[in-house]
């Protein structure tokens, strides 16, 4: 049960003469529940059905401000922000459920590669456990293929949450994956690569996604194009000072990043001739393919950024953007 619009949105943006304050939003969204619980109950054959609300960004505001009560045989279910972070606030409680993803299309997200470390699977899915929020779960991984191994630990640990501890975990599937001789040098690839993607802020999940390289490079090339200078509304999270300060930010974070991505390819070369041959394609599309990946695509947002910088002469911008589309051609 619940409401939203359409394209998977906020419903007021689709709705004529919606209402425009939280509180009246919140009284559509129960009317809505109400009246579908009311169909249900009505054309059920089964005398107490299971009802659930998945609440997706909106809906969890409203839920975490209290604004929104659902009645009370509907099975709240708290969703995380697409990177593996539940957006309860710390109000997640006995009887209620999650909805998890590994992978999420939109926004900051990755769209090829894994994007949620272990050790949040493992925080996260054991808040919601010992809350004893375990009434119902939903695992929606996008893309599955790339992230075959948060998926598999999202899945071990929503069975079986007190079995060991992310470390334990990780070693357990380096090994079941690439054998015994490989596992430790396939281990230290994994963590170098959560540990390297360009920071933007200080929250734990800050870090570049593979779609989010596109969206800024796109951003910031656009604006050069129309010599617009203005500061971006949609990418708040910089704190920029104004459009220099932006973009001088941007080039910065891609900087610091390179230096992290090359040793993640190093630590990938390392561990590639001790792979056994018959793991050696999934080693290449799961672990060497999603760093490369990450690398090129740092290295073009950055050379975009260089090209955009208020001031850059134009031969240094000529440079600048043709060096990011080499970069955008090796990702590709």
Known sequence: VGLRGRYDRPFW????????????????????????????????????????????????????DGLLKLPPEVTLVWADDGAGLLRDGGQISRGQGIYYHTGVLGGNANNFSERVPIERVYGELGRAAAAGATRYMLLNPANLRPVTMSTRAVMDVAWNVRSGGPAEWLSLWSREQFGVEAAPAVERCYRAYYAAPARYGDGEADTMADDFYHQLGRDLLVRHMRRDESMPVRFHWFKAADY????????????????????????????????PAERGEFFQAHVATQVDLHLHLNRMLRHVAEAASPGAPIASQRVSVEAAALEMRAAL
Do not use: H
């Not at 969204?29 to 107490?48: F, L, M, T």
């Not at 220099?244 to 993640?264: F, G, H, I, N, P």
């Open 244 to 275: 220099r300060d932006y973009t001088s930010k941007v080039v910065k974070m891609c900087r610091e990043a390179e230096d992290r991505w090359l040793q993640a390819e190093r630590l990938v070369e390392e561990a590639r001739p001790l792979v």
């Open 13 to 64: 943006r689709d709705t004529p003469n919606a209402p425009t304050t939280p509180e009246e939003k919140a009284k559509l969204i129960r009317e809505a529940v109400d009246r579908q619980i009311a169909i249900v109950r009505k054309g059920w054959p089964q005398p107490d059905p299971m009802f659930i609300m998945n609440s997706w960004m909106e809906g969890s505001a409203l839920m975490r």
